[in-house]
């Protein structure tokens, strides 16, 4: 029987093996195999990958580009899961820095679409929002204070101002100043405090109503003077003529 002696059979399953396979295992027993061998040597299995990767990067970066930009929402999908999944929280832990660097560049050329984003996801979520941030303050009082502060470095003028604001708020004054026009009245006081001319530092600027709230003053940039917090704690409920008149030697 010449024939028989001509079939060959799979080393694994011993099936018969097609003629024209050159494979001495069949399909399934040879993928087996190649999973058997991936698991046994996961670092040569990756390199090969990479240089397989390496080798074709060029029709690689086209086609990625190209599905990238044919399938934009699959790919953002793809990436979250990503982010979410082992790997993805592996890399992110050990790339910190990159990762919310690239964050803060596309944020920052995104801008006024982050800005409306936000502002749509506030508003839409308010109630929920206020809730969380409360749940969080109470969990790690310590890291919000720490956040706060640094947020109160950064937007110095932001939060005096605010500050300021509230207090007009409660005692009923008209109007409001802003950041820039407060830079500005910064500017023409050469950084100064207007009544004894110390100059101003981040730990000692006030901004202080010539005619006080609680006197009737208004909270336009037209009633404020840069002012240290001395000057801004003596001169209390004068008004600015009071004030210059008992200072002056
Ligand atoms: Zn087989
Ligand atoms: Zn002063």
């Not at 396979?21 to 027993?29: G, L």
């Not at 050329?109 to 979520?125: D, L």
Request: glycine share 4%.
């Amino acid at each position: 029987m010449p024939d028989a002696i001509l079939i060959r059979h799979c080393f694994r399953c011993k099936d018969p093996l097609p003629e024209t396979r050159k494979d001495s295992y069949c399909k399934p027993c040879r993928n087996h195999k190649s999973k058997e061998w991936s698991a046994a040597n996961p670092k040569k299995r990756s390199q090969m990958a990479k240089n397989w990767r390496d080798k074709n990067y060029d029709s690689r970066r086209h086609w990625e580009r190209h599905y990238e930009e044919t399938h934009r929402k699959e790919k953002y999908a793809t990436h979250k899961r990503w982010r979410a999944g082992e790997s993805g929280k592996t890399w992110i832990e050990r790339n910190r820095a990159k990762d919310s660097a690239t964050a803060g560049r596309w944020i920052k050329t995104h801008r006024p679409s982050v800005n409306a984003r936000r502002k749509r996801h506030w508003a839409a979520n308010r109630g929920r929002l206020r809730e969380y941030a409360r749940l969080k303050r109470e969990r790690n009082p310590e890291r919000i204070r720490l956040l706060d502060r640094q947020r109160y470095v950064r937007h110095r003028e932001k939060r005096i101002l605010l500050s300021i604001a509230v207090r007009a708020k409660r005692l009923q004054a008209e109007g409001n100043a802003t950041p820039e026009q407060c830079r500005e009245l910064l500017e023409q006081f050469k950084s100064c405090c207007g009544y004894c001319h110390t100059p101003l530092t981040y730990k000692n600027k006030t901004y202080d109503h010539k005619t006080p709230l609680s006197r009737g003053g208004t909270n336009y940039i037209e009633n404020l003077i840069p002012s240290c917090r001395p000057c801004n704690a003596r001169k209390h409920t004068r008004t600015y003529e009071e004030f210059v008149k008992l200072i002056q030697p």
